[in-house]
């Protein structure tokens, strides 16, 4: 955070990076109460618990204190905590035809009323937030193997906790976990559910339950890998289970990177012998993987690294070879393929076990359980592919892949501890893991693992979140990527991945290419328009760990990968959008070809034959111009949009005034420039300017696009009324807590309420983006009760390398910091006087082009230059009263009127925003007696234009 703390880090041993990181947050928490729910007619549930320790699962029933039998002697088979056994039990579903969603899991810690033992051998729990999640394993029994059918995270704590404490009973308390992930259950099969504690977790519970069998559908257990171990008695707990009234939604088959109405155009396009398919055909059946003399060679375990062979690369040959051998008999209908590909995919169903290897098993697999499942998924509606082979084949990829998958990216291998961060495995790795969640769940239709892709692109704790791999938006629209500065073969290959991960969910109804604006858009053109040598603009960047300096990267610069096609056809034709770069990099790679391990065994990671896979018939007319956005700082507007396909040249057209009338101030080239923004310098201080734009095209003009205001204005105002609502855009926050409860309100300054922040578990996490804004206002009063250095007042960003934050003490000083790096490359800081103890103080930030000022009630108190980066960069994370550094203390202390502007305020209407009244007569008599304090422009010129803005400020 501050530079010297920086350097600290650089000294002190990698463990003790483990306080620095970013916590790990998994998007939901347990719920608790002191009463179980009540159970439905569906439920499942045995909520009779031990009247003593040990009597719990396990124990003797000899209720001797500091006997051998009692207190701890049990607690391996009774608690979940880290390094812990793995507590479970097993269930078995009722006979309701259609089946069954499981809802949420309630259990209990341990509660004993009859206890006798010393506080010695009592019951301890800690239920706090640590930076570690809890996970809740669902799997199918098989005697004593489990087949696990989705694992799913919680982060420890939530809102009336039971907190940290030890006693003889223990709290009693019921914890709910509501299910994340859409989790279907079959009728009269038997289940299991447990419960394992991730990482660097000290939380911990003990699990209430009984040694006597209360309970005939299951029995306690404790497992290791996907052996239980059966124990005598039951735990005590409750399934929400809903029963189905019809068979529960299924995908389509095939539902991964290709749909039938896919193998359908393909099929006619060749028989018809147009160009480019047949082409691509042509390819296709010139390959050695479609040839029906490809020899399978199944391994039982797929190696990378370490100290055993390798054997990816062979086992991705594989993978490729079912996927074109399916191709080829799914568009010219010979089975002999087909057959064929059932031959080397029943040889893998019935021999691999899993992945092994150093931390690159991670990557094989990533790369293999995509390969292998979209693969499968081709061959799913064969009907020569026997039923029990399929299923076999499908247990294939839940067993070997998908518990790397999911370990993988919610661990990193431990990263987000020994190396200070959540962001030391790059884009690759991540997209490569959640591509492969996304195949493994349409091809095991499996919801559960499907949705777990899908949510770890919006909210993963890694790269592979989407605000993190397309982590800067430029001014011209475009999105700078996380692995540009590495190399551009790791930068194209991890974008390839997330292309074909927002293939698989369009297929399946999530539109993933338009999240957020076609943030995937703004990334692919970016890279692609480097690739192809025309230099795009560059924020400095390096991620939690890695030494090296970054800049645009010229390694592989310009080496065009096969994965344009289906980028081009999505965004132009079928959404009707302009991508220029990657409609150039498509007709320079046409026709893709297939995987060449002779160039390099990399060739292999990716499937190539897209022109035959992905081209589309040209789409008959483009979308009007769609999407715009602007960023305002003191030299104008940038305007940026979505283009029309097939556009000649875009008209950017103005108003004063919604409702127009509209001139058309600029055209822009959209052949030659390939461009879709335009700079608009003629904007006056005060001024609001309403822009259109419409696109020339060989037909005429299109219509215009959907209005566009830019204004300056207040964007987010948290009055903290009793509630967190933002009364200037609905951007209304969220309250955190824990064992204390929620966040209180008390007397606010002046008149009205405050939200009073203990220092302890309380917090305000206000939307993603809230201040991505070239020139930016945050202010607030601020009443601070001391206490340790580095609390925050707020903190935005997205990692503990790319934030904007500011402390009320950094030891001597108050410090406002914004930085894009991990160590002091890239950063900015302004130390103003340390904030007062126990009175209220008015804090206001402004960011005007490079200069960043601190005021203290109104009064500018410190000042600095920072010209590195702009808060431009992605913000999932927005704070206020929490660091993104997982050591620093909470926030002590009550804060009232958070506001954020989207310009910098001049000096005079800092002080504007102060009074709880505002006293217009006074500011009148200052503006006619030329009081420099009048001037709220900041233009440097009092007249009627410094009253309408004082009089915007006062309503606001």
Not at 222 to 242: E, N, Q
Not at 704 to 719: C, G, I, W
Request: glycine residues 10%; hydrophobic residues 35%; aromatic residues 12%.
């Amino acid at each position: 955070m501050a530079f010297g703390r920086h350097r600290l880090c650089l000294l002190a041993p990698l463990l003790a990076a483990a306080a620095f990181a970013h916590p790990l947050e998994f998007g939901q928490q347990p719920t608790y109460a002191d009463m179980p729910p009540a159970a439905g007619a569906e439920d499942i549930a045995n909520w009779i618990g031990a009247p003593y320790d040990a009597a719990n699962v396990g124990g003797s029933g000899v209720n001797a204190d500091g006997g051998a039998d009692n207190g701890v002697a049990n607690d391996g088979l009774t608690y979940v905590r880290q390094g812990g056994s793995i507590c479970g039990q097993t269930f078995t579903t009722g006979a309701n035809p259609d089946g069954y969603r499981l809802d949420s899991i309630t259990v209990r810690v341990a509660e004993y009323p009859d206890n006798i033992a010393s506080i010695a051998n009592g019951t301890a729990w800690s239920l706090d937030f640590t930076n570690g999640p809890v996970i809740v394993g669902i799997s199918k029994v098989n005697g004593t193997t489990l087949a696990r059918q989705s694992q799913q995270w919680f982060s420890w704590g939530g809102i009336d906790n039971p907190g940290s404490g030890q006693a003889v009973n223990g709290p009693g308390s019921a914890i709910t976990f509501t299910l994340p992930y859409t989790t279907y259950l079959d009728p009269d099969t038997e289940y299991a559910f447990d419960f394992f504690a991730g990482r660097d977790s000290q939380s911990e519970f003990e699990w209430d339950g009984t040694i006597a069998d209360h309970y005939a559908g299951g029995t306690a257990y404790t497992r290791s890998g996907t052996t239980l171990t059966p124990l005598d008695g039951d735990r005590a707990f409750s399934l929400d289970l809903t029963a189905l009234n019809a068979p529960r939604p299924a995908f389509s088959h095939p539902g991964t990177l290709h749909t039938q109405a896919d193998i359908d155009r393909m099929h006619d396009k060749i028989v018809a012998h147009e160009l480019p398919w047949y082409e691509s055909y042509v390819i296709l059946r010139n390959s050695p993987y479609a040839s029906l003399g490809w020899p399978a060679n199944p391994q039982q375990f797929i190696n990378r690294g370490g100290a055993d062979p390798n054997n990816y690369t062979r086992s991705q040959q594989d993978a490729q070879a079912i996927y074109e051998l399916v191709l080829r008999w799914q568009v010219t209908g010979s089975t002999p393929y087909a057959d064929h590909a059932v031959e080397i995919a029943n040889a893998w169903a019935y021999t691999l076990e899993g992945v092994t290897g150093d931390s690159n098993a991670s990557l094989a697999a990533g790369i293999c359980g995509y390969l292998f499942a979209e693969a499968g998924d081709l061959l799913s509606t064969y009907p020569g592919w026997d039923p029990a082979d399929k299923r076999a084949y499908q247990d294939m990829l839940m067993r070997a892949f998908y518990p790397a998958n999911i370990d993988f990216l919610w661990r990193h291998h431990g990263t987000p501890w020994s190396t200070g961060g959540n962001t030391h495995y790059r884009l690759n790795w991540d997209c490569f893991n959640m591509e492969a969640l996304a195949a493994i769940g349409v091809m095991c239709d499996n919801q559960a693992v499907y949705e777990q892709a899908i949510d770890y692109f919006k909210t993963g704790p890694g790269n592979g979140r989407i605000e993190r791999a397309a982590w800067y938006i430029h001014p011209d629209g475009l999105a700078q990527t996380e692995e540009v500065g590495r190399d551009q073969g790791h930068n194209m290959t991890g974008w390839h991945s997330m292309t074909r991960l927002c293939q698989i969910a369009w297929n399946n109804g999530d539109d993933l290419f338009a999240y957020d604006n076609n943030r995937v858009l703004r990334a692919v053109e970016y890279i692609t328009k480097y690739n192809l040598w025309v230099d795009p603009p560059f924020v400095f960047h390096r991620n939690c760990d890695l030494t090296y300096t970054e800049s645009l990267a010229t390694g592989g610069r310009g080496a065009l990968p096969p994965m344009f096609e289906l980028i081009y056809n999505h965004y132009v034709n079928v959404k009707g959008l302009a991508a220029p770069y990657a409609q150039t990099a498509a007709e320079i790679v046409r026709p893709e070809p297939w995987p060449d391990t002779a160039i390099h065994p990399s060739q292999v990671d990716w499937l190539g034959l897209g022109t035959l896979t992905f081209t589309l018939d040209p789409i008959a007319e483009g979308a009007p111009p769609s999407g715009l956005r602007a960023v305002r700082d003191a030299s104008g507007v940038d305007l940026h949009w979505w283009g029309s396909a097939y556009a000649t040249a875009y008209n950017v057209k103005r108003a004063d005034r919604a409702g127009g009338p509209y001139d058309t101030i600029a055209s822009v080239d959209a052949v030659n420039g390939s461009e879709t923004h335009f700079t608009d310098a003629d904007v006056p201080f005060g001024s609001a300017r309403f822009y259109k734009v419409s696109a020339e095209t060989t037909g005429g003009e299109t219509t215009d696009s959907e209005v566009f205001e830019v204004s300056r204005r207040m964007t987010a105002h948290y009055a903290f009324e009793g509630d967190a609502t933002d009364s200037a855009g609905g951007h209304d926050a969220t309250l955190h807590g824990g064992s204390t409860g929620a966040p209180a309100f008390v007397a606010g300054h002046g008149i009205g309420q405050a939200i009073s922040l203990d220092g302890i578990d309380d917090y305000v996490q206000l939307p993603k983006n809230i201040a991505q804004q070239r020139d930016l206002t945050i202010a607030a009063w601020v009443n601070w009760h001391g206490g340790s250095v580095w609390q925050r007042i707020f903190d935005f960003g997205t990692e503990i390398e790319k934030y904007m934050y500011l402390t009320p003490s950094e030891g001597s000083s108050m410090r406002f910091q914004m930085t894009t790096s991990r160590n002091t490359d890239g950063s900015g800081t302004v130390n103003a006087p340390k904030l007062a103890t126990d009175e209220w103080t008015h804090i206001a930030i402004t960011i005007g082009g490079d200069t960043v000022t601190i005021y203290q009630n109104g009064a500018a108190v410190a000042s600095n230059t920072i010209d590195g980066v702009e808060p431009l960069f992605g913000q999932p994370f927005c704070y206020i009263g929490r660091s993104m550094w997982n050591n620093d203390p909470l926030f002590n202390g009550v804060i009232d009127d958070f506001r954020i502007y989207n310009y910098a305020l001049a000096p005079a209407a800092i002080g504007q925003i102060m009074p709880s009244q505002p006293n217009i007569v006074g500011f009148i008599l200052g503006l006619q007696n030329g009081d420099p304090g009048a001037d709220v422009t900041g233009d440097g010129v009092l007249d009627m234009f410094d009253l309408i803005e004082a009089l915007r400020l006062w309503d606001e």
